[in-house]
């Protein structure tokens, strides 16, 4: 999955760290100021 935002949603992606652990894969593919854009991978 792709998220695209105008900030680095930080909480979000620590929520998703304490929930899903090293199932899910977090890939910044830019981080500018006003453009964020991150990929999502699930590792089984």
Request: glycine share 4%; no cysteine; proline share 5%.
């Amino acid at each position: 999955m792709r998220f695209v935002n105008d900030h680095d949603p930080l909480p979000l992606l620590n929520q998703l760290r304490e929930r899903f652990g090293e199932h899910v894969r977090i890939n910044y593919r830019q981080n500018d100021a006003g453009a964020v854009v991150i990929d999502f991978d699930v590792v089984a």
